[in-house]
């Protein structure tokens, strides 16, 4: 639910400093799951 709106607030902003956030947002999800 919460992600589908993250996504067309995304699409509504079409940024690309937004994206850059989702970007490190998963490489520290990468990293958590490396290290688990």
């Known amino acids: 639910?919460?992600?589908?709106a993250l996504c067309r607030k995304?699409?509504?902003?079409?940024?690309?400093?937004?994206?850059v956030e989702i970007l490190?947002?998963?490489?520290e999800i990468r990293a958590v799951g490396i290290t688990i």
């Open 1 to 4: 639910m919460m992600g589908t």
């Open 10 to 19: 995304l699409k509504e902003i079409g940024s690309p400093f937004s994206y």
């Open 24 to 27: 490190e947002d998963l490489k």
